[in-house]
Antibody, heavy 118, light 108 residues
Framework: QEQLQESGPGLVKPSETLSLTCTVS????????WSWIRQPPGKGLEWVGY???????NYNPSLKSRVTISVDTSKNQFSLRLNSVTAADTAVYYC????????????WGQGTLVTVSS | EIVLTQSPGTLSLSPGERATLSCRAS???????LAWYQQKPGQAPRLLIH???SRATGIPDRFSGGGSGTDFTLTISRLEPEDFAVYYC?????????FGGGTKVEIK
């Protein structure tokens, strides 16, 4: 089974862009769907978006205007960019795999905390 | 958007007892595209059940899922000490993908 590992800055200033990368090991990033999910401290889970087959994307409407998910097959990585962040975007960000557009999230990365603060 | 409501918010039980968690959807979920996850403090969620009733790889058979349409349940037949955690349901029938608010199973 693949292993996923998130990486990126733990602190982002308000109005700037949050950028995270998920590195997939133990398998190819091709032919699956790759997702980002976030969890504000002490709260529940929120789906951010996913990319399938390296090109087809779907984003949560609540974030759609600010989110971009992309894949780099040469590095076996996928990335999240979230523009114009505010304190409300402070959360643990998880990356996860879906076998297809109609499947659950498994496995998950360990998560990375991103704090939005000046 | 399909809203998932989990109940109860907190379940206080003793090891060895049976736990029954509920997840109710605001509209019918086709093809039982519903999953359950377990999350322990400081850890990522772990997939327990997919397709409403299929256990994920390596999940003990004391965990079982059921239901269809708008009403789903997760049952833990006999609670082990490692089962005290927060449990989330999630639907993948419709976009946006949504999660329930969670049920915390705590030691009584």
């Amino acid at each position: 089974q693949e292993q996923l590992q998130e990486s990126g800055p733990g602190l982002v200033k308000p109005s700037e862009t949050l950028s995270l990368t998920c590195t997939v090991s133990g398998g190819s990033i091709r032919n699956f769907c790759w997702s980002w999910i976030r969890q504000p401290p002490g709260k529940g889970l929120e789906w951010v978006g996913y990319i399938c087959d390296s090109e087809s994307t779907n984003y949560n409407p609540s974030l759609k205007s600010r989110v971009t998910i992309s894949v780099d097959t040469s590095k076996n990585q996928f990335s999240l960019r979230l523009n114009s962040v505010t304190a409300a975007d402070t959360a643990v960000y998880y990356c996860a795999r879906r076998r297809s557009m109609m499947s659950s999230f498994d496995p998950w990365g360990q998560g990375t905390l991103v704090t939005v603060s000046s | 958007e399909i809203v998932l409501t989990q109940s109860p918010g907190t379940l206080s039980l003793s090891p060895g007892e049976r736990a029954t968690l509920s997840c109710r959807a605001s509209q019918g979920i086709r093809n039982t595209y519903l999953a359950w996850y377990q999350q322990k403090p400081g850890q990522a969620p772990r997939l327990l059940i997919h397709g409403a009733s299929s256990r994920a790889t390596g999940i003990p058979d004391r965990f079982s899922g059921g239901g269809s349409g708008t009403d789903f349940t997760l049952t833990i037949s006999r609670l082990e000490p490692e089962d005290f955690a927060v449990y989330y349901c999630q639907q993948y029938d419709n976009s946006p993908l949504t999660f329930g608010g969670g049920t915390k199973v705590e030691i009584k």
